[in-house]
């Protein structure tokens, strides 16, 4: 295995049963209590998985998710999240994974409690682009509200907006790893 080669994928099967993946994320069950993250360098855009990854982006990825999940617990003392370290279950670390996979893996999981999925995605646009620009270039809106440019003129394709904006989305069937959206109407945020 390159270890300078983007891990677009994983397969732990054998040791570990697969829960699902998502646009970047492999999850396995450790125990009915306790989940395995995997963070790979898969990128998606605009809802699609490309064939390339970007090397180590996955441990960029965890390494910022347990930093805030620390800060914030640190901040919040009473806060619960669903992470619980970033060790890899004993199972793994006693198999006869490759040593080099081994260390791919500590840098990109996180093993997190299994808890009631909320279906939400945060979505803050810069620019107007994608399924914006598509609704906007139909209706003048984004997730249903009005947008315009400076002094109310018409936005071109993937120009700045003045102000970020923020457009939640739900997933379709209640699954954190949708691999599709919807946006919530503005009127019901």
Not at 68 to 77: E, G
Not at 166 to 176: G, R
Request: with cysteine; aromatic share 8%.
């Amino acid at each position: 295995m390159d270890q300078n080669a983007a891990l677009a994928r994983t397969d732990l099967s054998a040791y570990l049963p697969k829960v699902a993946s998502g646009k970047v994320r492999d999850i396995y069950s450790i125990d009915e209590s306790t989940l395995l993250f995997v963070t790979t360098d898969r990128i998606s855009a605009y809802d699609v998985v490309m064939k390339d990854g970007v090397p180590e982006k996955g441990a960029l990825l965890t390494a910022l998710s347990v930093h805030w999940f620390t800060t914030l617990q640190s901040l919040i003392p009473d806060l619960r999240t669903h992470y619980v370290s970033l060790g890899l279950p004993a199972k793994l670390q006693a198999s006869d994974l490759p040593p080099e996979l081994l260390r791919k893996l500590q840098r990109r999981s996180m093993q997190v409690r299994r808890l009631r999925v909320f279906p939400i995605e945060a979505i803050v646009r810069g620019y107007i682009t994608g399924s914006a620009w598509k609704e906007y270039s139909q209706k003048g809106t984004v997730h249903g509200m009005p947008v315009s440019g400076p002094n109310g003129r018409k936005l071109q394709e993937s120009e700045e907006f003045e102000k970020p904006i923020y457009t939640p989305c739900v997933s379709h069937n209640l699954s954190f790893l949708s691999t599709s959206s919807q946006a919530v109407p503005y009127e019901e945020r």
